[in-house]
T-cell receptor
Framework: DQQVKQNSPSLSVQEGRISILNCDYT??????FLWYKKYPAEGPTFLIS?????DKNEDGRFTVFLNKSAKHLSLHIVPSQPGDSAVYFC????????????FGTGTSLTVIP | ETGVTQTPRHLVMGMTNKKSLKCEQH?????MYWYKQSAKKPLELMFV???????ENNSVPSRFSPECPNSSHLFLHLHTLQPEDSALYLC???????????????FGPGTRLTVL
């Protein structure tokens, strides 16, 4: 039973425009969410996180939004750059579970120059 | 070396072979993890070690055997694997706050395993 879902396997965006990557979850106990970015032949790297006490967290060009009632989070990248082309994973965790994260299947983002 | 390293990067083995994957973290973390990533599937947590003790084993078959000799090293011993075990195996580390605090995990580049 997949608790974190990324329903879009791929996304193409023009350079300079906004990229929006979506993630849905089923477990209402999740209270911490992260986004990871993965380039080919490399491991995932941490990008940005948000706890359930917030509905928005911003870091430069990256903003994560959390809608707890809809069990939905999204990652906005603006403006998108060709170097942002990668696979993006969202992950979720429950307090006091020893850093056990549940990952989505990933969305492959291509930013077209 | 910096971050989290994994060796080998690629491994091809027969079903009767025994091999080991190695992970080393240079970040001073106290928790290490093994994940499996199969095609079109989410990362699956296999094992968690915190302070060198195994705290999580997500019903992984016994043909996978982890070993954590110290806080910097983690091994995954493989024996009698099946072709469906072919996947990318990722190691990660984090600083476990022990109080439910959240600390992101740092991943190695992975070992691409093919079982023939």
């Amino acid at each position: 039973d997949q608790q974190v879902k990324q329903n879009s396997p791929s996304l193409s965006v023009q350079e300079g425009r906004i990229s929006i990557l979506n993630c849905d979850y089923t477990n209402s106990m999740f209270d911490y969410f992260l986004w990871y970015k993965k380039y080919p032949a490399e491991g995932p790297t941490f990008l940005i996180s948000i706890s359930s006490i917030k509905d928005k967290n911003e870091d430069g060009r990256f903003t994560v939004f959390l809608n707890k009632s809809a069990k939905h989070l999204s990652l906005h990248i603006v403006p998108s750059q060709p170097g942002d082309s990668a696979v993006y994973f969202c992950a979720a965790s429950v307090a006091h579970t020893g850093n056990q994260f549940y990952f989505g299947t990933g969305t492959s983002l291509t930013v077209i120059p | 070396e910096t971050g989290v390293t994994q060796t080998p990067r690629h491994l091809v083995m027969g079903m009767t072979n025994k091999k080991s994957l190695k992970c080393e973290q240079h970040l001073g973390h106290n928790a290490m993890y093994w994940y499996k990533q199969s095609a079109k599937k989410p990362l699956e947590l296999m094992f968690v070690y915190s302070l060198e003790e195994r705290v999580e084993n997500n019903s992984v078959p016994s043909r996978f055997s982890p070993e954590c000799p110290n806080s910097s090293h983690l091994f995954l011993h493989l024996h009698t694997l099946q072709p469906e075990d072919s996947a990318l195996y990722l190691c990660a580390s984090s600083q476990d706050g022990g109080t439910g605090g959240y600390n992101e995990q740092f991943f190695g580049p992975g070992t691409r395993l093919t079982v023939l």
